[in-house]
């Protein structure tokens, strides 16, 4: 709550900005589904980014602003690749998951789906944070790195899954309740709730990532 506190300004400007570009594009876009998508999948993540990387800085006392912002926008396009796969991830894992007419089998399925996003949460922070990384691996050894990561405290791992979980049911409940108004509009209430709600996730995970990075370190000396 602290590093949210520090920086409240920049991340509710962060928001407002991106907000703002989401909804002129939603506006502008004849297919509202799609223009609705595409705003979150690429929106999102230029959030997750600035938080990432100014909440990690203020937490290691590392990079200068100019530094942060250097890197935030060498590193955005990672962001929302890694974003837009780990979405598509979780939402076909959690439909899966929903329908009326699964099977056991397909729950099960769902189930290891989502636990496959949680296992690549670390996998945004790294490729935000990792000044050592090459641009052409950068999003593969991400992922991998994430599910190094996530065996080194597995426990954390299940509680960050069930907070992923909760941040999907929540936002699938603001999508169904603003589709039954009826609305083009109403749609924009999800966008704004999926940017805004970004923002505490985007702190948690970093802090989580860096403090498994210590453990990690810690254990393996």
């Not at 709550?1 to 004849?30: D, E, G, H, N, P």
């Not at 530094?67 to 990672?78: D, K, L, M, N």
């Not at 940017?195 to 990532?209: D, E, Q, R």
């Amino acid at each position: 709550m602290r590093l949210l506190a520090r920086r409240w300004l920049l991340y509710l400007l962060a928001c407002a900005a991106v907000f703002a570009l989401q909804a002129v594009f939603y506006t502008l876009v004849s297919d509202k589904r799609l223009g609705d998508l595409c705003a979150a999948l690429v929106g999102t993540p230029l959030v997750i980014v600035v938080v990432t990387v100014f909440a990690a800085g203020d937490a290691t006392g590392t990079m200068t602003v100019a530094q942060r912002w250097e890197r935030i926008v060498e590193r955005a396009w990672a962001i929302v690749v890694l974003d837009v796969g780990l979405s598509f991830v979780q939402i076909s894992g959690l439909q899966t998951m929903l329908l009326g007419q699964s099977s056991a089998g397909d729950i099960v399925m769902g189930f290891l789906t989502l636990l496959l996003s949680a296992m690549l949460v670390y996998a945004e922070p790294f490729a935000a944070l990792e000044k050592d990384a090459q641009t052409l691996t950068l999003v593969p050894f991400a992922i991998l790195r994430s599910m190094m990561l996530g065996w080194v405290n597995i426990s954390r791992i299940f509680s960050l899954f069930a907070v992923q979980i909760a941040a999907m049911i929540a936002e699938l409940l603001i999508d169904q309740a603003t589709a039954k108004a009826g609305h083009d509009t109403a749609a924009l209430v999800g966008l704004a709730f999926g940017t805004a709600l970004s923002v505490p996730l985007a702190a948690l995970f970093t802090v989580a990532y860096l403090d498994t990075l210590t453990q990690e370190r810690t254990t393996n000396n």
